[in-house]
């Protein structure tokens, strides 16, 4: 005997809807939980990218008893003769315009695995020779991953060139979102109004300067307290507390550019450098601005490498005195984190 259930009732309006509702509160609910992995994903990759710089720069170090220079442009008389690795050939090396320039992310590449780079084309990257000179546009135009964030969306070629007058046309340099500190904030009146004493010109100095290469014994505030690398994303775009700005009109973001140091003034309530003792008390210390100070795409902060080579992530809340502090490689201050 065979028993005929009837018709199978099909879903109502209302029942559908629902489905839809519980789904869509589900993904609701999933998104940001996938969001937060992808994102700690992502700052794991970078903090790795940070480490993998500070571990080439020591060994770099270990091969040449100093660290290299963060940049090489325009030297002073007193400094030309420790850069002759970078004398133009014929010139006399009495000029600073006898100099090439060029930055240091250029200069460790065979020591993160990269050297193949220095020969793109067939043709070597020449340290005699500025970044921009055509032997060496083939190897800046290349993008370096370790060089990249992964938060950043911005593409990492330059296109169209700044500056073409001076850097040429057709051709698209790569971009970097890690850059050298080469110093703290550089004025008196804004470490007296932290209620501290200046320490000179050579005290506010970071781990790596500009046209010198450094012992490690002139960090003498400690290696593990004072920032030698950090996050300046998305350059050249301008980016300020998360908003796009309008973008600058010069050369900057590149990452075989000499002019990528950064100075790490601080910056005042809107972004710009901070320069006003008055405006202290309300300063923003990172992911303030871009153009010349620490800034990341992260939520709540940015990664640093300090001067051993191990990588902290700074957050955003970090007062501008331990900022400050661990900017400079021989203020004579405890660096104490908040």
Same mark, same amino acid.
């Given at each position: 005997?065979?028993?005929?259930?009837?018709?199978?009732?099909?879903?109502?309006?209302?029942?559908?809807?629902?489905?839809?509702?519980?789904?869509?509160?589900?993904?609701?609910?999933?998104?940001?939980?996938?969001?937060?992995?992808?994102?700690?994903?992502?700052?794991?990759?970078?903090?790795?990218?940070?480490?993998?710089?500070?571990?080439?720069?020591?060994?770099?170090?270990?091969?040449? *008893?100093?660290?290299?220079?963060?940049?090489?442009?325009?030297?002073?008389?007193?400094?030309?003769?420790?850069?002759?690795?970078?004398?133009?050939?014929?010139?006399?090396?009495?000029?600073?315009?006898?100099?090439?320039?060029?930055?240091?992310? +250029?200069?460790?590449?065979?020591?993160?695995?990269?050297?193949?780079?220095?020969?793109?084309?067939?043709?070597?990257?020449?340290?005699?020779?500025?970044?921009?000179?055509?032997?060496?546009?083939?190897?800046?135009?290349?993008?370096?991953?370790?060089?990249?964030?992964?938060?950043?969306?911005?593409?990492?070629?330059?296109?169209?060139?700044?500056?073409?007058?001076?850097?040429?046309? *057709?051709?698209?340099?790569?971009?970097?979102?890690?850059?050298?500190?080469?110093?703290?904030?550089?004025?008196?009146?804004?470490?007296?109004?932290?209620?501290?004493?200046?320490?000179?010109?050579?005290?506010?100095?970071?781990?790596?300067?500009?046209?010198?290469?450094?012992?490690?014994?002139?960090?003498?505030?400690?290696?593990?307290?004072?920032?030698?690398?950090?996050?300046?994303? +998305?350059?050249?775009?301008?980016?300020?507390?998360?908003?796009?700005?309008?973008?600058?009109?010069?050369?900057?973001?590149?990452?075989?550019?000499?002019?990528?140091?950064?100075?790490?003034?601080?910056?005042?309530?809107?972004? *710009?450098?901070?320069?006003?003792?008055?405006?202290?008390?309300?300063?923003?210390?990172?992911?303030?601005?871009?153009?010349?100070?620490?800034?990341?795409?992260?939520?709540?902060?940015?990664?640093?490498?300090?001067?051993?080579?191990?990588?902290?992530?700074?957050?955003?809340?970090?007062?501008?005195?331990?900022?400050?502090?661990?900017?400079?490689?021989?203020?004579?201050?405890?660096?104490?984190?908040?």
């Amino acid at each position: 005997m065979r028993f005929h259930s009837g018709p199978r009732r099909a879903f109502t309006l209302i029942e559908l809807l629902v489905v839809i509702a519980i789904i869509a509160i589900l993904i609701g609910l999933l998104l940001p939980a996938v969001q937060k992995v992808r994102e700690a994903a992502a700052r794991l990759k970078c903090s790795n990218n940070l480490k993998q710089l500070g571990l080439a720069l020591h060994n770099y170090e270990g091969t040449r *008893g100093a660290l290299p220079p963060s940049s090489v442009q325009t030297p002073t008389a007193a400094a030309m003769s420790g850069l002759r690795d970078f004398q133009k050939v014929g010139t006399t090396g009495t000029l600073n315009t006898d100099y090439a320039k060029h930055c240091f992310l +250029a200069i460790i590449l065979p020591y993160i695995e990269q050297g193949n780079v220095l020969q793109q084309n067939g043709t070597v990257y020449d340290l005699r020779q500025d970044w921009f000179a055509p032997n060496n546009q083939a190897a800046a135009a290349t993008r370096i991953p370790t060089f990249e964030c992964p938060s950043v969306s911005y593409e990492h070629k330059m296109n169209p060139i700044l500056e073409p007058a001076t850097y040429g046309s *057709g051709w698209s340099p790569a971009t970097s979102d890690y850059m050298a500190v080469n110093r703290g904030n550089n004025r008196t009146a804004i470490w007296t109004a932290m209620g501290l004493t200046y320490p000179g010109d050579d005290g506010i100095k970071s781990v790596l300067g500009s046209n010198v290469f450094t012992p490690l014994l002139t960090v003498t505030d400690g290696l593990s307290n004072t920032i030698m690398l950090a996050e300046a994303g +998305a350059r050249p775009q301008s980016w300020k507390f998360g908003v796009r700005q309008t973008d600058p009109t010069f050369m900057n973001g590149a990452w075989a550019h000499s002019g990528n140091d950064i100075a790490v003034d601080g910056s005042n309530p809107a972004g *710009g450098t901070l320069s006003a003792a008055a405006d202290v008390p309300a300063a923003c210390s990172v992911n303030c601005a871009n153009q010349g100070e620490i800034y990341a795409f992260h939520t709540g902060g940015a990664n640093v490498t300090l001067g051993d080579g191990s990588v902290r992530f700074l957050r955003k809340s970090i007062s501008l005195v331990v900022l400050q502090k661990m900017c400079a490689r021989a203020d004579g201050y405890p660096v104490e984190l908040d």
